[in-house]
């Protein structure tokens, strides 16, 4: 079965965030957490779509979105990403896909 949501991110903070996925942030730690969200789907599993920093002034921070059970267990992820706003599609464990589209919002 495929499961979708939508998650919400105000434009001005979203647009910082896409920007650390352009230009490298030197004063970030390795894998520092820029930003961290989960979404919920109807069956109760979610996703957390994140924004990781490189750690290295040469790298850009990078995307990911990892589903995870009702109950916690990791079910899969993507691909890592070079964009924030977008789609994350996971074919996870369970047989079932998961799909979170980020979109950026004027005026929240």
Same mark, same amino acid.
């Given at each position: 079965?495929?499961?979708?949501?939508?998650?919400?991110?105000?434009?001005?903070? @979203? %647009?910082?965030? $896409?920007? /650390?996925?352009?230009?490298?942030?030197?004063?970030?730690?390795?894998? &520092?957490? *820029?930003?961290?969200?989960?979404?919920?789907?109807?069956?109760?599993?979610?996703?957390?779509?994140?924004?990781?920093?490189? @750690? %290295?002034?040469? $790298?850009? /921070?990078?995307?990911?979105?990892?589903?995870?059970?009702?109950?916690? &267990?990791? *079910?899969?992820?993507?691909?890592?990403?070079?964009?924030?706003?977008?789609?994350?599609?996971?074919?996870?464990?369970?047989?079932?896909?998961?799909?979170?589209?980020?979109?950026?919002?004027?005026?929240?």
């Amino acid at each position: 079965m495929r499961y979708e949501q939508t998650m919400q991110v105000k434009a001005s903070y @979203g %647009n910082l965030i $896409e920007q /650390a996925c352009r230009v490298p942030l030197a004063d970030c730690a390795r894998d &520092e957490i *820029l930003f961290d969200l989960e979404v919920v789907f109807v069956n109760d599993n979610r996703m957390a779509v994140q924004v990781i920093a490189s @750690g %290295n002034a040469e $790298e850009t /921070a990078w995307t990911q979105g990892v589903v995870f059970s009702d109950v916690g &267990e990791e *079910l899969g992820c993507t691909d890592v990403g070079e964009s924030f706003a977008g789609e994350y599609h996971v074919a996870a464990a369970d047989g079932n896909e998961y799909v979170c589209n980020v979109v950026l919002v004027q005026g929240m």
